[in-house]
């Protein structure tokens, strides 16, 4: 009565090994869409920071732009020479 019990312990252990490993197949399909989740990842994440330069570059360009007309508005405003008859010199 133990060697039949036994030996379907033993068969019901190796059953329940050889259903939980997964075949190299599966394995290597499963690292190729990971590998293409990654690659699909990496191309999102160069397409942000594309715009994000983008997005400093005319962040720039209106801050110099900014900064140019507010340097034209302090700057003194020199007004039209106006002729004027001289004065003769009081002694």
């Known amino acids: 009565m133990r060697k039949p019990f036994a030996f379907a312990l033993m068969l019901a252990a190796a059953m329940g090994l ?25 191309g999102e994440a160069q397409d942000k920071m594309n715009d994000a330069a983008k997005e400093n570059a005319e962040a720039a360009k209106d801050q110099a732009e900014a900064q140019q ?19 003769p010199a009081k002694q």
Request: aromatic share 0%; glycine share 0%; hydrophobic share 35%.
């Open 69 to 87: 007309k507010a340097a034209e508005e302090a700057a003194p405003s020199t007004p039209a020479p106006t002729t004027a008859p001289a004065e």
């Open 18 to 42: 050889a259903a939980c490993d997964k075949a190299s197949e599966d394995k290597a399909q499963d690292a190729q869409q990971h590998a293409e989740q990654a690659q699909e990842k990496m």
